[in-house]
């Protein structure tokens, strides 16, 4: 038996204003697309800002449900709806952030699992890395520079895709 370890690298700004321009401004669009998340439910309101190589900015937000299980995540509906309307176009970048109208948001947001298994598959897809831009209410911002590093041994099943 042997023991591995796989570290993940994730750059950590004290400020929004530490970042590039171009950062700024999709941080800053993923809040604005928080204002139109539908979150009766949980009051946790989510935005996400997907920049794509012709430097178009598709937004998404979560989407809740009476029937819980039926909502989607933020980062989901923008990424399907780039993928649906914008196929062939890369996403360079994602920025994720929430606002909760129950308590303030100290930390950055972290996508949950299922929405980085399909950002992945999006990364894998395009051959080209998405930068994650990740960002609470007050704090630091988080930066990944793949979704990939953010899923160490994810599920790639090469032999379900057909040839
Ligand atoms: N949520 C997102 O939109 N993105 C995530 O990555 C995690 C959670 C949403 C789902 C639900 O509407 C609310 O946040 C609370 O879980």
């Known amino acids: 038996m042997k023991k ?46 997907l920049r794509l190589d012709d430097g178009k900015i598709i937004l998404g937000n979560n989407q809740e449900n009476v029937a819980y299980p039926s909502g989607l995540c933020a980062e989901r509906v ?22 909760s109208k129950t308590f303030v948001i100290q930390k950055p947001v972290t996508p949950c699992g299922s929405c980085r298994q399909v950002m992945a598959e999006t990364e894998n897809i395009q051959k080209r890395k998405i930068r994650v831009l990740m960002m609470g209410e007050k704090g630091s911002v988080f930066v990944s520079e793949s979704v990939e590093s953010l899923l160490p041994l994810m599920f790639q099943a090469e032999e379900l895709k057909i040839k």
């Open 4 to 49: 591995n370890k796989y570290l993940i690298e994730i750059e950590e700004f004290d400020s929004i204003n530490e970042l590039s321009a171009e950062d700024q401004h999709l941080l800053n669009q993923a809040i604005a697309a928080s204002e139109n998340a539908y979150a009766p439910y949980s009051n946790y309101h989510v935005g996400a800002a």
């Open 78 to 99: 923008a990424f399907f709806h780039a993928n649906s309307n914008y196929p062939g176009k890369a996403i360079e970048a994602v920025a994720i952030t929430a606002k």
